[in-house]
């Protein structure tokens, strides 16, 4: 379920889930839409994981990237 606090502000072994809109261009196939959740941990690293929006199943637990929270930037700061 997706938490209203903003971003960044999760609890502790809370996970949170962000829709990432897709941007479509006439010359690409159709992308897609992604999801993201995090994984606030107290001991390691949290972790933030992209995975299909309409993924279920076997396809959502084996179509997914994740990395370490501190590795991912905000793509608006930098254009």
């Known amino acids: 379920m ?3 606090r903003p971003p960044g502000t ?4 809370e ?3 962000r829709e990432h809109p897709v941007v479509r ?3 690409r196939p159709e992308r897609p839409g ?4 995090t994984v606030r941990r107290s001991d390691d690293p949290d972790r933030w994981t992209v995975f299909p929006a309409d ?3 076997v ?3 084996s179509t997914w990237l ?3 929270a501190d590795c991912v930037v905000d793509l608006e700061a930098f254009r």
């Open 2 to 4: 997706p938490s209203d």
């Open 10 to 13: 999760e609890r502790e072994g």
């Open 15 to 17: 996970e949170t889930e």
């Open 25 to 27: 261009r006439s010359e």
């Open 34 to 37: 992604l999801t993201s959740r």
């Open 55 to 57: 993924a279920t199943g």
């Open 59 to 61: 396809p959502r637990m």
């Open 66 to 68: 994740s990395v370490n």
